[in-house]
């Protein structure tokens, strides 16, 4: 796991930070942490590029004159004909 140092931040912040923390019950790092997590949340834009990403990947890797099937249909077909 990484770590970041966060310097100049302000003294009334840090205080806010530390009360939300003791109300909480936790820490002012797993504050930050978590605030850190959200901002870095991927947009529905970044996933959806992603997933067609990988949806191209898939079609370029199709053989050509062979037949294709979805790894979901296999599933479902071996658990309803409970092999």
């Known amino acids: 796991m ?11 912040a840090l205080d806010r930070l530390k009360a939300r923390a003791r109300e909480g019950k936790t820490s002012v790092e797993a504050l ?11 947009t529905v834009d970044e996933k959806l590029a992603r997933i067609r990403k990988s949806q191209q990947w898939s079609r370029e890797a199709r053989i050509a004159g062979s037949k294709q099937s979805f790894g979901t249909d296999l599933i479902r077909e ?4 409970d092999h």
Not at 32 to 42: G, P, Q, S
Not at 78 to 81: G, I, M, S
Request: net charge negative.
């Open 78 to 81: 071996d658990r309803d004909h």
């Open 32 to 42: 930050v942490r978590e605030a850190i997590h959200k901002a870095a949340e991927m």
């Open 2 to 12: 990484a770590q970041i140092l966060v310097r100049q931040v302000d003294d009334g």
